[in-house]
């Protein structure tokens, strides 16, 4: 009777997990976050790939400004690979050389949270990306897009 | 000080003033430092030439909204510095921008893509036709005057896009091509222009096809001829998949020399294509073939007898820390019918 348990409670649990009802606590997600107060409206992951290559991408006649988020490595990696589809070196070498051909500086790198999400809501039209988790337990700001979910 | 000179100085001031003064204005710096050296043994025809030096370039951009601030000042150790571009831009509609100042001749393909950051660049040299004119390079690698560029309207994003540049380019005299400075004493340029066109397949990619065109006039000093009157075309393309890189260009010219006795003309074809592979470690592999075509006895390449004619390069490059490159390089260049060897070593860095 137990084993009959047992292997209904994991059919079960197979179920919903292929069927996405639940997911592992554990489970990441990445997205890009702007101000409250800010302009930005929901952004296509790939609207997003084009601000953070230095593309202009504008709101209400205001450019998106793309702040890179250095404090975490693993969100770093995981943003370049996942969403701008470059390694580190080569999106650093891609910027290099848009500011060597007069297309404009580097977004800012933060290696400070803290300091990330305070020239956020400072910086008008400025969005970055975060864990979700992250991003919910921070007051003012709110989410424009969802940029990467581990295992999808 | 020429009057045009002086206008656009005035200009510059008050441009860079008003991006300075901006609210929400951004700006970056990026400084390379290099150290290479190089040794090109002697032949029937030229001397060995051993060379040592050691160069910093700085880049600083600034930008609001609608303006744009750029420079680039290169320092080589015996040289001194030379302010090799001093340009700002205003962008009057949201995808064309006019710049003024001092900056790269679009139609030399190279000049433009890495400028003066070697550690941008895979290899330690540049191609014969792409060096730039203060180090006896052939096409004047420098306007001061005015560019304008921006994407042509349709398909993709900023997809095909153009730069189009009016000014006044260097001199010709003894030593070779000399740029036109935007400060100190002025020189006696006269008015080039050039057109370049180029095709991006995707937007944020390396990959890129393009057309120049463009017409110089150079003005000679303490020379047997007075000018050259100087047309040049060619097409160019960039190609990368994972670990492969494929580019090159082709460069046809054709030069008018007014002499006193007279006008002597001639044309030729110069080209070449790179390629390179990374491996999983950080090592880059590369080669380069040069060619050329219709070199022989041109009147304009008589001026410029270290122009190698054709060239086999081949080289690695480590990238020993995540901003700095160790790169070693062999080549065979063919200067005026007869090879030499060459060797050079380089040791690059960018900061920040």
């Given amino acids: ?152 | 000080m020429s009057i045009l000179l002086r206008a656009l100085c005035g200009v510059l001031t008050v441009l860079t003033c008003s991006i300075a003064a901006g609210s929400e204005n951004r700006s970056d710096y990026l400084l390379f430092l290099t150290a290479a050296a190089s040794d090109r043994s002697a032949s029937s025809v030229m001397p060995r030439h051993k060379e040592k030096e050691t160069s910093l370039t700085f880049v600083y951009t600034a930008e609001t909204e609608n303006y744009r601030f750029l420079t680039e000042l290169h320092a080589v150790d015996e040289d001194g510095g030379e302010i090799e571009r001093l340009q700002v831009g205003w962008r009057f509609v949201p995808r064309a921008m006019l710049w003024i100042g001092r900056f790269h001749n679009p139609e030399v393909y190279g000049s433009t893509q890495y400028h003066h950051a070697q550690y941008l660049q895979t290899g330690v040299s540049r191609p014969a036709i792409e060096e730039f004119d203060e180090h006896g390079g052939i096409l004047p690698s420098h306007l001061i005057g005015a560019q304008l560029e921006g994407a042509l309207a349709g398909g993709e994003p900023d997809a095909l896009r153009y730069e189009l540049a009016f000014g006044k380019t260097g001199t010709l005299d003894e030593k070779g091509l000399e740029s036109p400075n935007i400060i100190g004493p002025a020189k006696r340029g006269k008015a080039t222009a050039s057109l370049r066109l180029t095709y991006y397949p995707a937007e944020g990619e390396t990959d890129a096809a393009g057309i120049f065109l463009g017409r110089n006039r150079l003005p000679a000093r303490d020379l047997s001829i007075q000018e050259v009157r100087q047309t040049v075309s060619g097409f160019f393309g960039n190609w990368e998949r994972e670990k492969i890189r494929l580019f090159g260009a082709a460069y046809f010219l054709e030069n008018e020399l007014e002499e006193r006795s007279g006008i002597s003309t001639g044309r030729f074809a110069t080209g070449y294509l790179q390629a390179e592979y990374r491996t999983d470690a950080p090592w880059t592999l590369y080669a380069r073939s040069e060619h050329s075509r219709g070199t022989q006895g041109d009147p304009y390449l008589m001026l410029f007898p270290d122009f190698a004619e054709r060239q086999t390069t081949v080289g690695a490059r480590w990238d020993v820390a995540s901003k700095q490159a160790l790169k070693f390089e062999y080549g065979r260049p063919r200067i005026m019918g007869d090879d030499s060897r060459r060797l050079a070593a380089e040791w690059s860095m960018v900061l920040p």
Wanted: charged share 20%; hydrophobic share 45%.
């Fill in chain 1, 1 to 152: 009777m137990k084993r009959r348990t047992l292997l209904a409670a994991i059919g079960l649990l197979a179920f919903l997990s292929a069927n996405g009802n639940i997911q592992p606590a554990d489970t990441r997600k990445l997205v890009l976050v702007t101000a409250e107060t800010s302009n930005v409206p929901t952004l296509s992951p790939e609207q997003v790939r084009r601000i953070y290559l230095g593309a202009a991408v504008n709101v209400d006649s205001h450019t998106v400004v793309p702040l890179r988020n250095n404090s975490d490595p693993l969100l770093r990696e995981v943003f370049l690979q996942k969403v701008v589809y470059l390694s580190e070196p080569m999106y650093e070498r891609t910027l290099m050389i848009r500011l060597l051909e007069g297309k404009g500086a580097r977004p800012p790198a933060y290696d400070n949270p803290n300091e990330l999400i305070a020239a956020l809501r400072a910086t008008p039209n400025a969005v970055t990306y975060l864990w979700a988790d992250t991003a919910a337990a921070t007051q003012g700001i709110r989410v424009v897009a969802e940029l990467w979910v581990e295992g999808k």
